[in-house]
C-alpha cells in the first residue's frame, strides 16, 4: 500500500503560520500539521484546528529554539530567564545524557507539554520534535514512556531516502546518523509504536516548492510516507528561518499541479494515526528507500 501524510509543522509559532495551515488544508493537500503548544500563537492556532476537525493535528515537542510550558524557576537547566531553549543541541545532548537533574527537568517538561496538548481537547494524532530531537535517545525515550499515557501516538521517522536526500546533503541524510536511525526504528517497533517509512523535507527544508513536491510524488514509494514542510503567508518570521520560503511552500501546497500528483500517486492520504490503524498501511522500509 502506498500512503502519504503531508505535514506542516511549527503550527502556533506565528499568525502567519497558522493562517497557512488553515489555508493549505482548505484548499490544497495539507492532511497534517504540528504543533507546538508553548509558542506564542498556540491558542490561535487550537482554535483554526477545532474549526476544521479533518485536520489531523499532533504535537511538536519543542526543546531547542522556542519557548518552554513550564515556568524558568521549574527547570532552570534548560531555558533562559524568559523561558527559551536555546539552540546548542550537541551541548545539550550530552548534558541529557549525563546529568541526571537535566533529565528530571527534561522529563517534567515533556509531560507538560503533553498535558497541554491533551487539554486543548485536539485528538492527537502524532508526536514529533522540533530539529527532530527526538532523534537524541534519553529523548524518545521520554516521548515512549510519557505517550504511553496519551495512546501511544505514532512516532516521525526521520529518515529521507538517499535519492531525495542527494549524496552531499548532510544532516539528518548523512551516513553518520544511519545507526541511530535504525536503533530509534527498533525501539520504536518493540514498543508498538507505529512510524512513517520515510520522510521527504530534510534536505529540503524551508525550499519544499512546487517542483520539489511534484518530484518527489513523482517517485513516491511504497509504504508510508510523509512529506513535511513551512508553510506560512509571509518570510522571514524568526532570524532562524531567515532564509526559508515560507510563502513558496504554500504556493506548493495550494499547487492543482500538486493536487494532481497526489491523485495520480494513488497513495491514501490523512494523517497519521488514520493510516497507521490500516494493516496494510505500516509496512517494511520500500527497495525504494
Known amino acids: 500500500?502506498?500512503?502519504?501524510?503531508i505535514t506542516a509543522d511549527d503550527f502556533g509559532l506565528h499568525e502567519a503560520v497558522n493562517e497557512a495551515v488553515e489555508q493549505a488544508h482548505r484548499d490544497g493537500v495539507l492532511t497534517c500539521t504540528s504543533l507546538m503548544v508553548g509558542a506564542e500563537a498556540a491558542?490561535?492556532?487550537?482554535?483554526?484546528?477545532?474549526?476544521?476537525?479533518?485536520?489531523?493535528?499532533?504535537?511538536?515537542?519543542?526543546?531547542?529554539?522556542?519557548?518552554?510550558?513550564?515556568?524558568?524557576?521549574?527547570?532552570?537547566?534548560?531555558?533562559?530567564?524568559?523561558g527559551r531553549f536555546a539552540d546548542r543541541m550537541a551541548r545539550d545532548g550530552v548534558r541529557f545524557f549525563t546529568l541526571p537533574r537535566v533529565r528530571r527537568q527534561l522529563e517534567a517538561e515533556i509531560r507538560a507539554q503533553f498535558a497541554a496538548f491533551a487539554a486543548t481537547g485536539v485528538p492527537l494524532d502524532h508526536v514529533n520534535a522540533h530539529k527532530h530531537f527526538h532523534l537524541h535517545p534519553t529523548v524518545l525515550s521520554m516521548l515512549i514512556a510519557i505517550g504511553a499515557e496519551h495512546g501511544s501516538p505514532p512516532v516521525r521517522w526521520p529518515r529521507e531516502p538517499r535519492w531525495a536526500a542527494g549524496r552531499d546533503s548532510g544532516g539528518l541524510g548523512s551516513a553518520l546518523l544511519a545507526p541511530w536511525l535504525?536503533?530509534?526504528?527498533?525501539?520504536?517497533?518493540?514498543?508498538?509504536?507505529?512510524?512513517?517509512?520515510?520522510?521527504?523535507?530534510l534536505s529540503g527544508t524551508g525550499a519544499m516548492d512546487e517542483a520539489r513536491l511534484l518530484g518527489i510524488l513523482a517517485r513516491l514509494p511504497d509504504g508510508l510516507s510523509e512529506i513535511y514542510l513551512h508553510p506560512a503567508t509571509r518570510n522571514g518570521l524568526?532570524?532562524?528561518?531567515?532564509?526559508?520560503?515560507?510563502?513558496?511552500?504554500?504556493?506548493?501546497?495550494?499547487?492543482?499541479?500538486?493536487?494532481?500528483?497526489?491523485?495520480?500517486?494513488?497513495?491514501?492520504?490523512?494523517?497519521?494515526?488514520?493510516?497507521t490503524a490500516a494493516p496494510a498501511a505500516h509496512t517494511q522500509p520500500s527497495r525504494a528507500a
Not at 522556542?66 to 534548560?78: T, Y
Not at 526504528?185 to 512513517?196: D, S
Not at 524568526?238 to 506548493?252: K, N, P, Q, V
Request: glycine share 8%.
Open 1 to 5: 500500500m502506498r500512503a502519504l501524510v
Open 238 to 275: 524568526t532570524s532562524t528561518m531567515g532564509a526559508y520560503r515560507h510563502r513558496d511552500e504554500l504556493d506548493a501546497l495550494l499547487s492543482t499541479r500538486v493536487r494532481e500528483a497526489v491523485r495520480a500517486s494513488g497513495a491514501a492520504t490523512g494523517g497519521f494515526r488514520a493510516l
Open 182 to 201: 535504525a536503533l530509534m526504528r527498533r525501539r520504536l517497533r518493540a514498543a508498538g509504536i507505529p512510524c512513517n517509512d520515510q520522510i521527504f523535507g
Open 43 to 82: 491558542d490561535d492556532a487550537v482554535r483554526r484546528a477545532r474549526a476544521a476537525p479533518q485536520l489531523a493535528v499532533g504535537l511538536h515537542v519543542v526543546l531547542a529554539d522556542g519557548r518552554a510550558v513550564l515556568p524558568p524557576r521549574r527547570i532552570p537547566a534548560l531555558v533562559d530567564d524568559s
